[in-house]
């Protein structure tokens, strides 16, 4: 191969390596959840459809709110308390709409999800989703 084949082989392929983690970054740094399939038919409005998701917003949240029932210790005592850490943001964030407008039942989760705006949904959905699920067998 010529030196200057070469260079020109070489650029062009640290140009696409650039750009494959251009867009790699961008999957996992778009926290808006717009085109997930879980997000359609939800009609949410614009500032929650475009809205990207906060993770130490959701932590703070998630240590008010949510760790009392989904955290360790009470994910051992009940066994019908679902671990949600390490679910699929767009799956959880769903569930949280739908305990809110009824569409899913259960008592506890609805007042919870009652006092969330849709947001708040976003941030704590994607602060779940960035955690290890537990190995509650230790
Ligand atoms: C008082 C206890 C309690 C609190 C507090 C609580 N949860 Fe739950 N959560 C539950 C229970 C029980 C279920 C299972 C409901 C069912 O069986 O449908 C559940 C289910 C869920 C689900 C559905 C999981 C799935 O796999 O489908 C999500 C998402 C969720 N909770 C998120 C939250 C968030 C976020 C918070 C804090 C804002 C929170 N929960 C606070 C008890 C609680």
Not at 10 to 28: F, H, K, N, R, Y
Not at 69 to 84: E, F, R, S, V
Not at 85 to 108: N, T
Request: glycine share 4%; charged share 20%.
């Amino acid at each position: 191969m010529s030196n200057s084949l070469l260079k020109q082989v070489l650029a062009t392929s640290l140009i696409w390596a650039t750009s494959v983690s251009i867009s790699l970054a961008q999957a996992e740094t778009d926290t808006s959840f717009k085109d997930t399939l879980a997000v359609k038919g939800l009609k949410l409005e614009a500032n929650a459809l475009n809205y990207q998701a906060d993770a130490s917003k959701g932590e703070a949240l998630a240590n008010q709110r949510c760790i009392a029932c989904h955290g360790d210790a009470m994910l051992k005592m009940m066994t019908t308390y679902p671990d949600i850490k390490g679910q699929k943001a767009a799956y959880l964030f769903k569930q949280l709409v739908d305990f809110k407008r009824g569409d899913r039942s259960d008592p506890l989760m609805q007042a919870q999800a009652g006092m969330l705006s849709e947001t708040e949904m976003k941030d704590v959905a994607y602060y779940y989703s960035t955690q290890t699920a537990s190995d509650l067998s230790k």
